[in-house]
């Protein structure tokens, strides 16, 4: 095909022509943008009028050609004629109605429910001290007890010899320096998989929360969902990175890569090999289970 008649090719046809490129099904796109498949179809189809609006036209067709490595931006301004309008007062009005949903949401701070809200902070922190104050002091009552009782009885009991004092004393030793020393082990983060699946694996001694980052040497998609809620999702640059906190709640961490080949991933500055096998596939779907 000659350079004049790829550059009369419809967007449809070149969006669709990048995804075969990278051997991508709709499934597949469907997977990775999460927009519904019959909106691909249509995209592709150019049956714009099939989308939710011409908002939606716009941002779909941006996500959809910078998941096959197209500039979307470019995409748009080039095929600008041919795509739905969408003026400025669309995003205002859109980004007013977020605004006032959230807002309605809140509770009043003028109502009793609102003015319990605001204190209640404040009254969490005050029970939390008083209750480290009452446990201090039940503490110091405890041991002056002991302390008292351990004098009395000390008198009346004739004193053991040194050298079965220096025995205990030296087996305590040995007994806390191997106990430190298996606690150091035990506590050594380790990344393994389950059985030998290469696409499900366990973490653990991780961090109270886990430090992931991501890389990749080329233009790659990744999301990451935390215990069924998605935490980040976002198409990397060639050689880009991007770090991701994981909730000291997380349980469970289901990553997918648009671009698994290319995709490097670290948690706490330790490598995570989440392609063991070396596959070619760019598309995976890694599940990490966190104990």
Do not use: C
């Amino acid at each position: 095909m000659s350079e004049n008649s790829e550059e009369k090719s419809t967007i449809g046809a070149r969006l669709k022509a990048a995804r075969i490129a990278k051997s991508l099904t709709i499934d597949d796109l469907q997977q990775i943008t999460k927009i519904q498949k019959r909106y691909l179809i249509a995209i592709e189809d150019e049956q714009f009028d099939k989308l939710p609006g011409d908002f939606y036209v716009r941002a779909f067709v941006k996500q959809y050609a910078d998941t096959v490595d197209l500039d979307g931006n470019s995409l748009l301004e080039e095929y600008s004629d041919e795509l739905p309008t969408t003026h400025a007062e669309t995003y205002v009005q859109n980004v007013d109605e977020v605004q006032l949903t959230r807002s309605a949401s809140r509770e009043d701070p003028n109502t009793p429910a609102g003015r319990v809200r605001n204190y209640l902070p404040t009254i969490i922190v005050t029970a939390i001290v008083v209750i480290i104050l009452l446990f201090i002091w039940f503490m110091a009552a405890r041991t002056h007890t002991t302390s008292s009782s351990a004098t009395a009885t000390s008198s009346s009991v004739e004193v053991s010899s040194s050298k079965k004092s220096s025995s205990k004393a030296s087996s305590k030793a040995s007994s806390s320096a191997k106990s430190s020393s298996k606690k150091t082990t035990t506590n050594k983060q380790t990344i393994k998989a389950n059985g030998s699946s290469d696409t499900a694996y366990t973490l653990t001694n991780g961090a109270t929360k886990n430090k992931v980052v991501i890389k990749s040497t080329k233009a790659a998609w990744t999301s990451v969902t935390t215990n069924g809620s998605q935490t980040w999702q976002g198409t990397l640059t060639a050689n880009g990175s991007h770090t991701v906190t994981l909730p000291s709640n997380a349980s469970t961490v289901k990553f997918q890569f648009g671009n698994a080949v290319a995709t490097s991933v670290t948690i706490n500055g330790k490598k995570f090999n989440f392609n063991p096998n070396n596959s070619t596939s760019q598309v995976r779907t890694i599940t990490l289970t966190i104990k």
